[in-house]
């Protein structure tokens, strides 16, 4: 598989980031499923760029990749909210970290938890108040599920799905029909 199963796999997982309407997304990938990955992801790296958007392999094996897609800029915005420093802090991030150096120290956390660790939500773009519910009661205990656990904010959270959900299904609606990635993905 190639070029299309990328970009429905990207339409699928990924629209809200690119089109600008959240501030990152996290894929899995395997690399099985493509003759070469990195040359594949390394094609479309000018156009993400171009758009704003940034890639990061926040884990990778002999198999899979996981890969963050993020705009930078509104990436840190999220994590300069006072009660996002506040969960970084704790889990050992220095709030005088660059944006590469949070990265790499959320990659390195997930090298030693050989998980996700809990904050990467707030690189995502999740509320703060969501990523402490699922911090302080272990993913148990949600008011709603969807894109994340919701422990606060469901009135406002099941309309943000629900906007992601559209988006998702205009994007890849568009895509199937033919439309160029690099025309679907917008600047912000």
């Known amino acids: 598989m190639g ?6 796999i990207l339409g699928l997982h990924a629209a809200p980031t690119l089109v600008g309407m959240k501030v990152a997304s996290l894929l899995s990938f395997r690399r099985s499923s493509f003759d070469d990955f990195d040359a594949l992801l390394a094609a479309y790296e000018p156009c993400f760029s171009c758009k704003g958007i940034s890639t990061f392999r926040v884990a990778e094996g002999e198999e899979y990749v996981l890969i963050l897609f993020y705009r930078t800029e509104l990436v840190a915005r999220a994590l300069a909210v006072p009660a996002a420093q506040d969960i970084l802090c704790e889990a050992g991030y220095r709030i005088t970290d660059s944006m590469e150096e949070r990265l790499e120290f959320l990659r390195l ?13 707030l690189f995502l773009g999740y ?3 969501d990523v402490r519910g699922f911090i302080t009661r272990r993913g148990q205990d949600f ?8 422990y606060t904010n469901e009135a406002e959270a099941r309309a943000l799905f629900e906007q992601y959900s559209a988006c998702t299904q205009e994007f890849c609606t568009r895509l199937e029909a033919g439309r160029p990635l690099a025309e679907l993905v917008q600047a912000v």
């Open 3 to 8: 070029k299309k199963y990328f970009e429905q």
């Open 143 to 150: 008011v709603y599920s969807g894109y994340w656990k919701v």
């Open 109 to 121: 956390r997930m090298r030693v938890r050989k998980t996700l660790p809990p904050e990467v939500g």
């Open 127 to 129: 509320p703060p108040e």
